[in-house]
């Protein structure tokens, strides 16, 4: 219950859609044009958004789309700001780029999420602003008010939004809105990875601002030429598997019904239920100060291995664990039933 995937797999005829090409044609660079006509298909279906394909730019997941955002559209030395707990990638990534990563503090107050009221005492401005709803390691959501408040106040820094939707689709109590709706000029970054269930197919995308289109092409030609192009046949064929797609998500919302309900009768009650993705972000600060050594025992005593806060949150981490409910049913349970015994046989710092 560590790694942040699904244990499902693309659709069964998104595989099939695969094979078949394997047999019939040796690949090429290629972008397809009726997959990007059908991802902006996907925003009027999911948000009433009328986006031109064209803007449309596929990636080799969501990982290059973040790389080739932040070089094409940022430059060295530009700040760019993201809430902790976060994404580890996004610290790493923007640092390793040449930009400065910027860490806003997040606490239970806003369920561990990001509002417009920290953008606005931000010290020194920043040049981007990554956001995250559903987000990783929480899987707590923005709702539609503060993600206007979050644009306008972006918006009046000067700010650019750079939107991380690759949870979209696996949300639990409302659908996710699109930063789009509320600033067209959002740089969208999105993925094949998590609801379509395809995580080694390596296959994602952006939704360039406008006038941008052209220089994300070329940056995008230099470094990564183009995504797998089996990925792309399968990938079209799975967005519209949608009845396999949401028993995938059935069972993760089932899964996270089981965790809620057993991890507070642990001792582990400070929780922000998670409105998508597949994660629990959980205190356990009862029980240690060390995430990380928390997690290698778990994992030498039982074989499971849950992910230590510290690896998203390098202040507060050390109290916080994240579960992966992206895992079958049964594991799921087999899971709680390890960790409860091994809790209980734990003691209590506090």
Same mark, same amino acid.
């Given at each position: 219950?560590?790694?942040?995937?699904?244990?499902?797999?693309? %659709?069964?005829?998104?595989?099939?859609?695969?094979?078949?090409?394997?047999?019939?044609?040796?690949?090429?660079?290629?972008? /397809?044009? %009726?997959?990007?006509?059908?991802?902006?298909?996907?925003?009027?279906?999911?948000?009433?958004? *009328?986006?031109?394909?064209?803007?449309?730019?596929?990636?080799? +997941?969501? /990982?290059?789309?973040?790389?080739?955002?932040?070089?094409?559209?940022?430059?060295?030395?530009?700040?760019?700001?993201?809430?902790?707990?976060?994404?580890?990638?996004?610290?790493?990534?923007?640092?390793?780029? +040449?930009?400065? =990563?910027?860490?806003?503090?997040?606490?239970?107050?806003?369920?561990?999420? !990001?509002?417009?009221?920290?953008?606005?005492?931000?010290?020194?401005?920043?040049?981007?602003?990554?956001?995250? &709803?559903?987000?990783?390691?929480?899987? *707590?959501?923005?709702?539609?008010? $503060?993600?206007?408040?979050?644009?306008?106040?972006?918006?009046?820094?000067?700010?650019?939004?750079?939107?991380?939707?690759?949870?979209?689709?696996?949300?639990?109590?409302?659908?996710?809105?699109?930063?789009?709706?509320?600033?067209?000029?959002?740089?969208?970054?999105?993925?094949? /990875?998590?609801?379509?269930?395809?995580?080694? @197919?390596?296959?994602? @995308?952006?939704?360039? %601002?406008?006038?941008?289109?052209?220089?994300?092409?070329?940056?995008?030609?230099?470094?990564?030429? *183009?995504?797998?192009?089996?990925?792309?046949?399968?990938?079209?064929?799975?967005?519209?598997?949608?009845?396999?797609?949401?028993?995938?998500?059935? *069972?993760?919302?089932?899964?996270?019904?089981?965790?809620?309900?057993? !991890? =507070?009768? !642990? +001792?582990? &009650?400070?929780?922000?239920? %998670?409105?998508?993705?597949?994660?629990?972000?959980?205190?356990?600060?009862?029980?240690?100060?060390? /995430?990380?050594?928390?997690?290698?025992? !778990?994992?030498?005593?039982?074989?499971?291995?849950?992910?230590?806060?510290?690896?998203?949150?390098?202040?507060?981490?050390?109290?916080?664990?994240?579960?992966?409910?992206?895992? &079958?049913?049964? $594991?799921?349970?087999?899971?709680?039933?390890?960790?409860?015994?091994?809790?209980?046989?734990?003691?209590?710092?506090?």
């Amino acid at each position: 219950m560590e790694f942040g995937q699904p244990s499902t797999g693309a %659709p069964p005829r998104a595989i099939a859609a695969a094979q078949r090409r394997l047999e019939s044609e040796p690949g090429a660079y290629w972008e /397809s044009p %009726p997959l990007r006509a059908r991802i902006s298909r996907l925003y009027a279906e999911r948000h009433g958004l *009328t986006i031109d394909s064209d803007r449309i730019v596929l990636t080799c +997941g969501a /990982s290059p789309a973040l790389v080739l955002a932040l070089t094409a559209l940022f430059s060295p030395g530009d700040r760019i700001a993201f809430v902790r707990p976060g994404y580890v990638a996004y610290r790493n990534t923007i640092a390793a780029l +040449g930009r400065t =990563p910027v860490e806003i503090e997040a606490g239970p107050d806003t369920r561990f999420q !990001l509002a417009a009221s920290h953008i606005e005492t931000l010290d020194e401005p920043v040049s981007g602003l990554i956001v995250a &709803s559903p987000a990783n390691p929480t899987g *707590t959501m923005i709702d539609k008010a $503060e993600l206007a408040a979050i644009a306008a106040a972006a918006r009046a820094k000067g700010t650019r939004i750079i939107s991380d939707e690759i949870y979209h689709g696996l949300t639990y109590v409302e659908p996710a809105h699109s930063m789009l709706e509320f600033d067209p000029g959002a740089i969208i970054i999105n993925s094949f /990875s998590k609801y379509f269930s395809m995580v080694g @197919w390596r296959l994602g @995308w952006i939704v360039a %601002p406008p006038g941008t289109t052209d220089r994300l092409r070329a940056y995008i030609g230099n470094m990564f030429l *183009t995504p797998p192009t089996l990925s792309q046949h399968a990938g079209l064929v799975a967005m519209d598997e949608i009845d396999v797609l949401e028993q995938y998500r059935e *069972t993760y919302r089932r899964n996270r019904a089981l965790l809620l309900d057993a !991890l =507070p009768q !642990l +001792g582990l &009650s400070e929780i922000a239920p %998670p409105d998508g993705a597949f994660y629990i972000w959980a205190n356990v600060s009862a029980f240690t100060d060390d /995430s990380l050594d928390f997690c290698r025992r !778990l994992l030498v005593d039982t074989g499971l291995t849950i992910a230590p806060g510290i690896d998203f949150d390098p202040v507060n981490g050390n109290r916080f664990v994240r579960f992966s409910f992206a895992v &079958s049913e049964s $594991e799921t349970r087999d899971a709680i039933e390890r960790f409860s015994t091994w809790l209980r046989g734990q003691p209590r710092i506090s």
